[in-house]
Protein backbone atom coordinates (compact mmCIF):
# COMPACT_ATOMS: atom_id res chain seq x y z
CA UNK A 1 0.00 0.00 0.00
CA UNK A 2 1.61 3.13 -0.82
CA UNK A 3 0.79 6.59 1.12
CA UNK A 4 -1.70 9.41 -0.72
CA UNK A 5 0.68 12.25 0.36
CA UNK A 6 -1.89 14.59 -1.45
CA UNK A 7 -5.00 13.40 0.64
CA UNK A 8 -3.09 13.58 3.61
CA UNK A 9 -2.38 17.23 2.78
CA UNK A 10 -5.30 17.76 1.79
CA UNK A 11 -7.25 16.50 4.85
CA UNK A 12 -4.47 18.65 6.51
CA UNK A 13 -5.52 21.27 4.67
CA UNK A 14 -9.35 20.57 5.30
CA UNK A 15 -8.59 21.58 8.92
CA UNK A 16 -8.32 25.28 8.19
CA UNK A 17 -11.29 25.32 6.06
CA UNK A 18 -13.41 24.44 8.24
CA UNK A 19 -11.65 26.19 11.08
CA UNK A 20 -12.22 29.61 9.01
CA UNK A 21 -16.15 28.39 9.03
CA UNK A 22 -16.42 27.22 13.02
CA UNK A 23 -14.41 30.18 14.72
CA UNK A 24 -15.94 32.94 12.74
CA UNK A 25 -17.83 34.75 14.76
CA UNK A 26 -21.62 34.16 13.71
CA UNK A 27 -20.76 30.40 14.30
CA UNK A 28 -18.72 29.67 17.92
CA UNK A 29 -15.72 32.30 17.43
CA UNK A 30 -17.60 34.60 19.93
CA UNK A 31 -18.37 32.15 22.02
CA UNK A 32 -15.23 30.29 21.81
CA UNK A 33 -13.14 33.74 22.18
CA UNK A 34 -15.40 34.19 25.72
CA UNK A 35 -14.94 30.85 27.01
CA UNK A 36 -11.06 30.80 26.52
CA UNK A 37 -11.07 34.13 28.12
CA UNK A 38 -9.24 35.74 24.81
CA UNK A 39 -10.04 39.37 22.96
CA UNK A 40 -10.19 40.55 19.53
CA UNK A 41 -6.88 42.46 20.46
CA UNK A 42 -5.31 39.68 21.83
CA UNK A 43 -5.75 37.71 19.08
CA UNK A 44 -4.65 40.10 16.87
CA UNK A 45 -1.34 40.14 18.37
CA UNK A 46 -0.04 36.61 16.80
CA UNK A 47 2.09 35.32 14.18
CA UNK A 48 -0.52 34.08 12.12
CA UNK A 49 1.67 32.34 9.55
CA UNK A 50 3.64 30.40 12.29
CA UNK A 51 0.09 29.95 13.74
CA UNK A 52 -1.87 28.66 10.75
CA UNK A 53 1.86 26.63 9.28
CA UNK A 54 2.04 24.82 12.96
CA UNK A 55 -1.52 24.64 12.71
CA UNK A 56 -1.22 22.66 9.41
CA UNK A 57 1.43 20.72 10.17
CA UNK A 58 -0.29 19.30 13.23
CA UNK A 59 -3.12 18.32 11.12
CA UNK A 60 -0.69 16.77 8.43
CA UNK A 61 0.41 14.08 11.64
CA UNK A 62 -3.01 13.59 12.71
CA UNK A 63 -4.05 12.90 8.96
CA UNK A 64 -1.24 10.42 8.68
CA UNK A 65 -2.22 8.23 12.07
CA UNK A 66 -6.02 8.91 10.94
CA UNK A 67 -5.22 6.58 7.28
CA UNK A 68 -4.38 3.80 9.60
CA UNK A 69 -7.85 3.89 11.20
CA UNK A 70 -9.76 4.49 8.44
CA UNK A 71 -8.31 2.07 5.92
CA UNK A 72 -8.14 -1.44 7.03
CA UNK A 73 -5.98 -2.43 4.40
CA UNK A 74 -3.00 -1.19 6.62
CA UNK A 75 -4.04 -3.93 8.99
CA UNK A 76 -3.34 -6.48 6.34
CA UNK A 77 -0.03 -4.90 6.02
CA UNK A 78 0.71 -4.64 9.32
CA UNK A 79 0.19 -8.42 9.44
CA UNK A 80 2.91 -9.23 7.03
CA UNK A 81 5.36 -6.51 9.28
CA UNK A 82 4.71 -3.69 6.20
CA UNK A 83 6.80 -4.95 3.63
CA UNK A 84 4.39 -6.91 1.04
CA UNK A 85 7.75 -7.76 -0.81
CA UNK A 86 8.50 -10.86 1.52
CA UNK A 87 4.65 -11.83 1.87
CA UNK A 88 2.99 -14.92 1.13
CA UNK A 89 0.87 -15.03 -1.69
CA UNK A 90 -1.83 -15.44 0.19
CA UNK A 91 -1.36 -11.46 1.21
CA UNK A 92 -1.45 -10.72 -2.93
CA UNK A 93 -4.48 -12.49 -3.26
CA UNK A 94 -6.71 -10.71 -0.44
CA UNK A 95 -5.34 -7.27 -1.41
CA UNK A 96 -6.53 -8.43 -4.82
CA UNK A 97 -9.82 -9.18 -3.46
CA UNK A 98 -10.41 -6.79 -1.04
CA UNK A 99 -7.53 -3.73 -1.31
CA UNK A 100 -10.43 -1.21 -2.16
CA UNK A 101 -13.38 -3.10 0.21
CA UNK A 102 -14.55 0.16 2.14
CA UNK A 103 -12.19 2.86 0.38
CA UNK A 104 -15.05 5.10 0.05
CA UNK A 105 -15.60 8.85 1.58
CA UNK A 106 -19.01 7.70 3.79
CA UNK A 107 -16.98 4.76 5.40
CA UNK A 108 -14.00 6.99 6.29
CA UNK A 109 -15.67 9.71 7.72
CA UNK A 110 -17.55 7.04 9.89
CA UNK A 111 -14.34 6.22 11.29
CA UNK A 112 -13.27 9.72 11.42
CA UNK A 113 -16.38 10.55 13.83
CA UNK A 114 -15.63 7.65 15.69
CA UNK A 115 -12.27 9.01 16.54
CA UNK A 116 -13.51 12.58 17.27
CA UNK A 117 -15.91 11.28 19.61
CA UNK A 118 -14.50 8.74 21.88
CA UNK A 119 -10.58 10.37 21.13
CA UNK A 120 -10.76 13.84 20.40
CA UNK A 121 -13.26 14.68 22.73
CA UNK A 122 -12.30 12.83 26.11
CA UNK A 123 -8.67 14.29 25.60
CA UNK A 124 -10.16 18.29 25.00
CA UNK A 125 -12.92 17.59 27.82
CA UNK A 126 -9.99 15.62 30.53
CA UNK A 127 -7.67 18.60 29.48
CA UNK A 128 -10.63 21.60 30.44
CA UNK A 129 -11.68 19.89 33.37
CA UNK A 130 -8.47 20.65 34.76
CA UNK A 131 -7.87 23.84 33.46
CA UNK A 132 -11.51 25.00 34.36
CA UNK A 133 -12.68 25.89 31.33
CA UNK A 134 -16.42 25.23 30.61
CA UNK A 135 -18.74 22.81 29.15
CA UNK A 136 -19.01 25.45 26.43
CA UNK A 137 -15.39 25.56 25.37
CA UNK A 138 -15.08 21.47 25.52
CA UNK A 139 -18.25 21.43 23.35
CA UNK A 140 -17.12 24.42 20.47
CA UNK A 141 -13.47 22.68 20.66
CA UNK A 142 -13.99 19.08 20.35
CA UNK A 143 -17.07 19.37 18.39
CA UNK A 144 -14.63 21.42 16.04
CA UNK A 145 -12.45 18.27 16.26
CA UNK A 146 -14.95 16.17 15.70
CA UNK A 147 -16.31 17.52 12.79
CA UNK A 148 -12.76 18.14 10.95
CA UNK A 149 -11.63 14.13 11.92
CA UNK A 150 -15.00 13.06 10.13
CA UNK A 151 -14.47 15.20 7.10
CA UNK A 152 -10.49 14.32 6.97
CA UNK A 153 -11.40 10.37 7.81
CA UNK A 154 -13.90 10.67 4.51
CA UNK A 155 -10.97 12.25 2.31
CA UNK A 156 -8.02 10.37 3.17
CA UNK A 157 -10.58 6.71 3.22
CA UNK A 158 -12.34 7.52 -0.21
CA UNK A 159 -9.26 9.09 -1.80
CA UNK A 160 -7.77 5.93 -3.93
CA UNK A 161 -4.05 5.82 -5.98
CA UNK A 162 -4.92 4.41 -8.90
Known sequence: MEINFLALF?????????????????????????????????????NMLSIFGTSLLYAFFISFILQMLTIHQYGALGMIGGDPSIAKPSYEAFMTDYGNTFRT?????????????FFALPIIGTNALY???????????????????????????GWKLS
Do not use: D
Not at 12 to 23: K, N, Q, R
Open 10 to 46: VAALSTLVIGFVWYHPKVFGTIWMKESGLTEEKLKGG
Open 105 to 117: FKHGAFHGFMTGL
Open 131 to 157: ERRSFKYTFVTGGFWIVCLTIMGGIIC
